[in-house]
């Protein structure tokens, strides 16, 4: 079964040039070690989520994502608490959605929101989300699959699936 380092690798790895597909740059990116961006790479391309060169089967990632994810990396929403928007509230849900429901966010004393708890996909995926935009979005659409309500899933599913055509 493929971990939630092997998922946050995965994403990381579907937004990155081929110099940030090197084992030293995804580990420092992604704020792990460098034996465990390894690990979560072989088993990546043991599960057929990676091709040989390090490219993401983005079609298979995709189904996993909106097939899988809801219930293999299932969180709930936790007690209020300051951090980084996430989910619907983050981009690109947050500019499509007019919603009056709280703000998700990961745990962070450096964020500028407020609201219930979401335990991100991996603990240091706030920081990793600040410097790659495009990872940020990736997590924060994981999490609408994860803890959305029907509309925020289909928006999800749709997003996720125009930026992995590529």
């Known amino acids: 079964m493929l971990t939630e380092l092997d998922l946050y690798v995965c994403l990381k790895l579907a937004t990155s040039t081929e110099a940030q597909r090197r ?19 072989d088993h990546l391309t043991a599960a057929g989520l990676l091709r040989p060169n390090r490219k993401v089967n983005r079609r298979a990632l995709l189904g996993v ?7 293999v990396y299932f969180t ?5 608490t300051r951090g980084m928007p996430t989910a619907q509230a983050a981009p690109p849900l947050s500019g499509l959605l007019t919603t009056t429901a709280e703000t998700p966010v990961w745990p962070d004393p450096t964020g500028d929101a407020r609201g219930p708890t979401v335990t991100p996909l991996h603990r240091h995926a706030p920081e990793a989300a600040r410097r790659d935009p495009k990872l940020y979005e990736l997590l924060a659409l994981l999490d609408a699959l994860r ?18 055509a590529g």
Do not use: C, N
């Open 147 to 164: 803890i959305g309500q029907t509309r925020e899933v289909e928006l999800a599913e749709r997003e996720l699936e125009t930026r992995l």
């Open 65 to 71: 994502l909106v097939h899988a994810a809801r219930y």
């Open 23 to 41: 084992y030293e740059a995804l580990a420092s990116e992604l704020d792990i070690g460098l034996g465990s961006a390894h690990r979560a790479v």
């Open 76 to 80: 709930k929403p936790g007690e209020i």
